[in-house]
């Protein structure tokens, strides 16, 4: 199944993924607001990396883990935003959000929460 990135609704318009910078395979991604996962897909089946997409939608999370269920290091969480980037788990290298939580979440909260969770040393 073919994946790609974009910003938009429209393939090839606006930036690509390169906006999230260099990273390693197997470094650690968060996707606030995956939707059915497209982007996350994408994300992990070109650069081998680990992309965990979060959505507060059960349905969209359901059809994310249906459709993309074979590509590695790729795993779908129904969960609010901030409480997944408060909760326990790793430090991450990249988080962005296409169309989700910057529109939903308070950046007050947000932002804070979002930088606390990105991994100090860079690459994890």
């Known amino acids: 199944m073919e994946t790609w990135f974009g910003w938009t ?3 090839g318009r606006g930036p690509d993924e390169s906006l999230l910078g260099e990273h390693p395979e197997g470094a650690r ?3 606030l607001g ?3 996962g497209l982007q996350a897909a994408h994300l992990a089946a070109a650069h081998r990396w680990r992309v965990t997409g979060v959505d507060e939608s059960t349905a969209a999370v359901t059809q994310a883990r249906t ?3 074979r590509i ?3 795993e779908f969480v129904q969960a609010e935003v901030v409480d997944y980037l408060t ?3 790793p430090p991450v290298d990249a988080v962005y959000s296409r169309f989700g939580a910057a529109w939903f979440v308070d950046p007050q909260t947000l ?3 979002v930088a606390a969770r990105l991994d100090p040393e860079g690459d994890s």
């Open 34 to 36: 995956c939707g059915r």
């Open 87 to 89: 909760g326990d788990g």
């Open 9 to 11: 609704h429209h393939r």
């Open 111 to 113: 932002l804070p929460a």
């Open 67 to 69: 459709r993309w269920h």
């Open 29 to 31: 991604v968060v996707d």
């Open 72 to 74: 590695p290091g790729l």
